[in-house]
């Protein structure tokens, strides 16, 4: 093992081949292309014959090139990924967040200082989106989506169900009266109305869907305020005799703070649910994922039992 080959002109070799050019070898490996043709010099001379050809513009492995890659196989890709453990071990763990941005501003953030009290070390990013599901695809951290359906893709865990309810201000005269008299109340107050161009596959749900899930027929609700997300609704009924439809999850903080007021007998699932998904990781990253995923779940559930029926 003193006079094997060199692990430099083998990494050259094998870039080479799986670039096809000695230009590609050399941007990965942050060389020269002079530099990536001595070492594949230097390798063939040890060999005593080629290990690659060049046709038709591309590098090509002979016979004794291809055994030789067969006994590499993912080597590198596994010492890079050996590699990536160290230098996360090394660095300040990190943890990125994309959520859907209602659940982000209304719930999250103002919970994350309890998480972040438990885990100092991490190094916590996190991006209110609009569009979580887009950027899902290239994100390398936590996801969290609102919608109908199981997002696309692999990956993807239900966090928990939807239940939404009417919120107000926290002296709304609404809240004085008994469910029995809606939905007849309803009509003495201006609504707001939650619509955006996804509708129901992202997380929209209508003052129609609430109305036939909580008393099976068709009613019709005055027109009002339309805003394209809860956490808008929220701050539109805070001071006014306005009424929103909003997940009891988002509206949380401010009922606990005493700024709304949920209506009696207004609860009911949306339809709509809430998703993660963790991207696979390595080493620190991966455990401030999981230690996330864990924190997450654990803190959902104990909001949402604060509004079950005899809680």
Not at 19 to 48: N, Y
Not at 58 to 63: A, C, E, G, L, M
Not at 226 to 246: K, N
Not at 300 to 309: C, F, K
Request: hydrophobic residues 40%; charged residues 15%; glycine residues 8%.
């Amino acid at each position: 093992m003193l006079n094997a080959p060199s692990l430099t002109g083998l990494r050259a070799f094998e870039a080479v081949v799986r670039h096809g050019s000695l230009t590609g070898a050399a941007q990965e490996l942050c060389v020269t292309p002079a530099a990536i043709s001595h070492r594949l010099k230097d390798l063939e001379t040890r060999a005593g014959e080629k290990l690659c050809y060049r046709e038709g513009g591309q590098f090509h492995p002979t016979v004794l090139g291809r055994a030789v890659l067969d006994q590499l196989g993912d080597a590198f890709g596994r010492i890079l990924n050996a590699s990536q453990l160290i230098e996360d071990n090394a660095a300040s763990p990190a943890l990125e967040i994309v959520a859907s941005y209602s659940f982000a501003v209304s719930w999250l953030i103002p919970h994350l200082p309890e998480f972040q009290a438990e885990h100092p070390e991490l190094k916590i990013t996190i991006e209110p989106s609009h569009t979580p599901v887009r950027q899902a695809r290239a994100s390398t951290g936590f996801v969290i989506v609102h919608a109908g359906n199981q997002p696309e893709g692999p990956g993807w865990e239900p966090l928990f169900e939807d239940i939404c309810a009417i919120v107000c201000a926290s002296r709304h005269p609404l809240l004085s009266q008994s469910p029995e008299q809606l939905p007849e109340a309803l009509q003495a107050f201006p609504l707001v109305h939650i619509s955006h161009e996804q509708g129901s596959r992202r997380g929209e749900f209508s003052w129609q869907a609430w109305g036939r899930n909580l008393f099976q027929t068709e009613l019709r609700f005055p027109s009002g305020l339309q805003v394209t997300a809860e956490h808008a609704a929220i701050d539109a009924v805070r001071t006014s005799e306005s009424l929103a439809l909003t997940s009891l999850v988002n509206a949380d903080s401010a009922l606990r703070a005493g700024s709304l007021g949920f209506v009696a007998g207004t609860a009911c699932p949306s339809g709509q649910s809430y998703w993660m998904r963790s991207a696979d990781g390595l080493g620190a990253a991966a455990a401030a994922a999981s230690s996330f995923k864990a924190w997450l779940q654990a803190r959902t559930a104990e909001t949402l039992q604060a509004y079950r029926p005899g809680s």
